[in-house]
Each structure stands twice: as structure tokens, then as C-alpha cells.
């Protein structure tokens, strides 16, 4: 991807003023480990760095602007995304980016949702999540929250990192950092870090049969309402200046495009 990072005066395809450096850039690129812009058509979700491909559930690939998206209505519709299994648990560290257009409504919905549930067969079956790292847009406390837990939810089960506010409904840059070099998990908005907590982990002792993008592991929460623009996963913890590179550069850079 040396012709695409070539792009631009500063590498990145965007104008010079407040604009990452093609160094910055180039430290994304390395650390990114799964990549889905969501274009095409049908059902099939591609890994643009990779080889994880995933599946719509309920949905298909969409335009909007002249980019892919998925349309994701919310509620009981069955609509989401299906990663393949083990994506996170096979990380030490961790990024999670999603840029999505969040639609509002119930809290609880999931923005994505790695785990598995206490079904005695719990891959595909949602029921009370027993193992996960999660984010909604908005939990019962009105904020945008990230929460990991390795035994459920219950009182002092789950540790929560949340952002003060809920989050908005414009497109938004939303990442997770799950460091177990820090132990700590951070979540960012727009390229602003809004919160963090200290993190026990590991990832690795979550059991992602579940990698799902818009569903939750508990069956009694709403899906997410709204458009997902791409979602990244990256092998390593950005730092603040990292995920602020990031969201300069926007969704879909084309530095990131294969």
C-alpha cells in the first residue's frame, strides 16, 4: 500500500492543516489487523485485511453517499453482522473502531458484542451473556459504556467504562482500547478520549463464539438501531494520539483502501 500512503501531501488523503503525518498513518496500517468498509452487495461482509469475512443476518449491504454501509433497524428485527469466531480472544491487546450513525431509542443496544452467552450451546444463541467485551450507545445510566466481564453481569461481575454522555446521533467515531500491557480499557469518541478504568482482562479468556456487530449476548436487550459505516480491529492498543490520527483521516481512508 506504498502508492496509496503516496496520497496526499501528508499521506493520508486529507489536506495538510491539522492532518496525520504518513508516518502516522503508516503505524495504523501495521497495527490493523481486520478491516470491513462494508461495500458489495448481498450478504457477505469482506475483510479488507485479512482473511476473517463475515455475513449480514437480517440485512444487506447498502450505499449511502456512494459508500457500503449496513442499515440496521433496531429492535427485535434480527439484523447484524456475523465476524467469525475468535477474532478478539486470539489478541493479547486490542482496538476496536467503529464509525456509525447511531439511530437512538432503547438502551442496551449493542454496538458490537464478543462473547458468549450461558446457552448450554451458546455459539449463535443469545441468552444471559456470561463471557464478553461489549459497547453500547446508551445503557440504563444514559451513557455510552464499554463493559467486560469473563462471568456475567451481575453486581461486581462486570467492569464498565463509561462516557458521561450518551452517544450521539450524527456519525460517529467510537473506539475501545483494551490494554493488558496498561490494564486499563479506554473508550474514545471522536478522537476525544472520554473515558477509562483499570482492566484485569485477559482477552484471551473470553469466549468469543459470538463476534457479532450490532446484537448483544442477552437476549433480552434491542439491536442497534442505525448505519454502520466500517469497522476496525487492530491488533495492538492505540495511544490517544493514534485514535485521534485516525479520526482525522475519517471512515474509509483511502491509505487504508486494498
Known amino acids: 500500500d506504498t502508492d496509496k500512503l503516496a496520497a496526499g501531501k501528508c499521506g493520508c488523503g486529507i489536506p ?44 444487506s449491504l447498502s450505499k449511502l453517499d456512494g459508500r457500503g454501509v449496513v442499515l440496521l433497524g433496531g429492535g427485535t428485527a434480527g439484523a447484524y453482522a456475523d465476524l467469525p469466531n475468535h477474532l478478539l480472544s486470539s489478541l493479547t491487546n486490542a482496538t476496536l473502531e467503529a464509525w456509525i450513525t447511531w439511530g437512538g431509542g432503547s438502551a442496551w443496544q449493542r454496538i458490537f458484542d464478543f462473547g458468549d452467552s450461558t446457552d448450554a450451546n451458546p455459539e ?7 463471557t464478553h467485551l461489549m459497547l453500547t450507545p446508551r445503557s ?13 453481569n451481575g453486581s461486581g461481575q462486570e467492569q464498565d467504562v463509561g462516557a458521561g454522555l450518551p452517544l450521539p446521533t450524527s456519525m460517529t467515531q467510537v473506539v475501545v482500547v483494551a490494554s493488558a500491557t496498561a490494564k486499563q480499557l479506554r473508550l474514545y469518541i471522536d478522537g476525544q478520549k472520554a473515558s477509562e478504568a483499570a482492566w484485569s482482562g485477559p482477552l484471551s479468556a473470553i469466549n468469543d463464539v459470538n463476534a457479532w456487530l450490532g446484537r448483544s449476548q442477552y437476549d433480552g436487550d434491542p439491536e442497534l438501531s442505525g448505519v454502520f459505516h466500517e469497522f476496525r480491529l487492530y491488533g495492538a492498543a492505540l495511544s490517544d494520539a493514534e485514535v485521534a490520527t485516525a479520526f482525522v483521516a475519517g471512515p474509509d481512508p483511502a491509505f487504508l483502501a486494498r
Not at 449463535?124 to 456470561?130: A, D, I
Not at 440504563?140 to 456475567?152: K, N, P, Y
Open 16 to 59: 495538510d492543516v491539522d492532518s496525520p503525518t504518513r508516518a502516522a498513518c503508516q503505524t495504523l496500517v501495521n497495527k490493523l489487523a481486520h478491516r470491513y468498509d462494508f461495500e458489495g452487495s448481498g450478504t457477505a461482509v469482506q475483510d479488507r485485511v485479512g482473511t476473517a469475512h463475515g455475513v449480514l443476518k437480517g440485512a
Open 124 to 130: 449463535n444463541k443469545p441468552g444471559l451473556g456470561r
Open 140 to 152: 440504563a445510566g444514559g451513557v455510552a459504556t464499554v463493559g467486560f466481564s469473563l462471568t456475567g
